[in-house]
């Protein structure tokens, strides 16, 4: 059943049920953690909330191996969700990079598993290379930044990322992966929740992790499967480096208002880009149509 018709049971299965599954187990897992770390239970709630809703977008039960991109996507998404409960058991920070780039490898590899097929080996090794490094890089840099936010900061940073790139692909014509990308952000939403709640709350580790991970593969399979461009898509996937990239001398020094003032500025950069560019993919479509070229 196509449940975009269905306005009432869109909201329940893309929104509300991925927002309450993660928000319960946020809220418990911060709630037993002495240090209101969201750990692994936490985190395994963020990443069942969201292949719930994921699941509810597809029109059909997915199958292995995955007869489309919808559903290579949902398998890719708990491949990453291990790949990052895994990392969060690791406390050695080469080794969790490591385990990170690895299940983020896997997860690319069965996105594109034809695509990859046609490549030669230089080509293959690059793909490959990119994949490893830029998915630790983000998500370590994430991890760090989760590690020294407490409350709704980090989780309503990355909600922001998300929904940036949901209406980027929307603007540019893939209703179903927007809605991917809803859910996720309902994931993160909830997470902001829980961090009003418990103001000493931190979401470094497994959630961090796995929300950029999968921001990352919502992006590619827009790229690749849907019209979003190459380059939007990157500024999209590099986007929660911003924040952490800042001193954290500098932020510390700051106001609250300051501070979060210039968080917001260094992430609303890449996703102004983005959604400026799809803009203009969107504009030129409707142009073309009207004019029938």
């Not at 240090?35 to 395994?44: D, S, V």
């Not at 069965?110 to 994949?131: C, F, K, M, N």
Request: overall charge positive.
């Amino acid at each position: 059943m196509d449940i975009s018709t269905h306005p009432a049971l869109l909201v329940t299965a893309l929104l509300l049920a991925p927002a309450t599954v993660a928000g319960v187990a946020l809220l418990v897992g911060v709630r037993r953690s002495p240090e209101r770390l969201a750990g692994a239970l936490g985190a395994a709630g963020v990443v069942l909330g969201y292949v719930v809703g994921h699941a509810a977008s597809l029109d059909r039960l997915p199958t292995l191996p995955p007869a489309s991109s919808n559903e290579s996507l949902g398998f890719a998404a708990l491949i990453v969700g291990i790949g990052a409960l895994v990392a969060a058991r690791v406390e050695r920070v080469a080794l969790r990079w490591t385990v990170i780039g690895l299940f983020q490898v896997a997860a690319t590899a069965l996105l594109l598993r034809t695509q990859l097929g046609t490549l030669g080996p230089a080509a293959l090794a690059l793909h490959v290379a990119v994949a490893f490094g830029g998915a630790a890089t983000v998500a370590l840099a994430s991890e760090r930044f989760g590690e020294r936010t407490r409350g709704p900061g980090a989780p309503l940073l990355l909600w922001a990322a998300v929904t940036a790139c949901a209406g980027c692909i929307a603007l540019t014509g893939s209703a179903k992966y927007a809605q991917f990308g809803a859910s996720l952000a309902a994931v993160l939403g909830a997470a902001a929740v829980v961090g009003v709640l418990v103001r000493q709350a931190r979401f470094a580790g497994g959630t961090s992790n796995f929300a950029v991970a999968q921001l990352a593969l919502l992006a590619l399979a827009a790229t690749q499967f849907s019209e979003l461009p190459l380059d939007a898509g990157a500024a999209l996937a590099l986007a929660p480096l911003a924040p952490a990239l800042l001193p954290a001398r500098t932020l510390a020094a700051r106001t609250p208002v300051a501070r979060w003032s210039l968080l917001a500025l260094s992430l609303a950069l890449p996703l102004g880009y983005a959604l400026w560019r799809c803009w203009q993919v969107h504009s030129a479509s409707a142009a073309s149509s009207y004019y029938g070229t």
